[in-house]
């Protein structure tokens, strides 16, 4: 490793602190945080290697030793925003279903309004036609819709079918829908009405299932 290379592996201290020397994966991990945080606030064509290299402090050198080219490193950064979505939406370990299921909801906005640029990126990248963007995109929707049924493994909700499964993953497009409209233009519906009704739909919807309860 060459001087340069050595001190931008380092981490930043304290003023008139010690620098902490951090591992290559530290300071991949590092950059990858910096990356999701520019990226809540501008499309990902706009998250350049020349942008992160400036906030980091580091040369766009060191950049392309961790990423290789421009490509790696904006699906690096979209799949550590997707792998964030998933771990802050997650519902609380206790409490009935829907309670759990309006603090998750509740949570998806939540990341939605603070990240909304790189989501939107996220979005209309996978539906114009990027496959790595699609397949990003493609992994988080099974692993929220797969959670909801782990979650859910008493069936205080849902039974876990085919059917089901179709209509969550159509509940998670109309979510996705409203809170994205919902962002840029509430049309005089509150936080908690847009809460309550994301949530309320589920049971709704699955009441329509044959053989549901609300079928009978």
Known sequence: MTANTENDARGDGSAGGARTRLSPEQRRSQLLDLGVR???HR???ELSIDLLAEEAGISRGLLYHYFGNKHAF???VVRRAADDLIAQTAPPVEGEPLERLLVSTTA???YVEAN???YLSLVKGAAGGNDTLREIYEE???ALTDRIFREDAQGGILPDTAASRLVVRGWAAMTEELVLTW???PGGVSREELVAMIAGALPALVA???GSAGER
Request: charged share 25%; glycine share 4%; net charge negative.
């Open 140 to 142: 988080a929707r099974s």
């Open 38 to 40: 520019l990226l809540a």
């Open 43 to 45: 499309s990902l064509d």
């Open 208 to 210: 329509t299932l044959p």
């Open 183 to 185: 962002v840029q233009d």
């Open 116 to 118: 909304f640029e790189g």
């Open 108 to 110: 998806y906005l939540d």
């Open 74 to 76: 904006h699906e690096a």
